[in-house]
């Protein structure tokens, strides 16, 4: 079981950027997708979730209206469209996937998203 984000990197305030998960080893078209963040000394939350196949996303309050959350099942990929970033957007990002009815899930390694002028 693979999950590799990518597109993380350094971004100017305002800025947009697209971070990409493709995954492998597993049913994707069974599990929620979902994209979760971790700022230095902050626990990991919960960024934006697409359920299984794909028609209700939930985002967190801070990020509603900017980001957005797509997938892919014929590529098995889960896509986190980010705009207008502000610096506290600052953080690792981690791609997720949940089983629609086991308690089954598996993590990326993320990728760092800086947003600074």
């Known amino acids: 079981v693979q999950l590799v984000e990518s597109g993380g990197g350094l971004v100017q305030p305002g800025g947009s950027l697209t971070l990409s998960c493709a995954a492998s080893?597993?049913?994707?078209?069974?599990?929620?997708m979902s994209w979760y963040r971790q700022a230095p000394g902050k626990e990991r939350e919960l960024v934006a979730t697409?359920?299984?196949?794909?028609?209700?996303?939930n985002y967190a309050d801070s990020t509603k209206g900017r980001f957005t959350i797509s997938r892919d099942d014929a590529r098995n990929t889960v896509d986190l469209q980010m705009k207008s970033l502000k610096p506290e957007d600052t953080a690792v990002y981690y791609c997720?996937?949940?089983?629609?009815?086991?308690?089954?899930?598996?993590w990326g390694q993320g990728t760092q998203v800086t947003v600074s002028s």
């Open positions: 997720n996937a949940r089983h629609t009815i086991w308690n089954v899930e598996f």
């Open positions: 080893g597993f049913t994707f078209s069974g599990y929620d």
């Open positions: 697409l359920t299984s196949p794909g028609v209700m996303a």
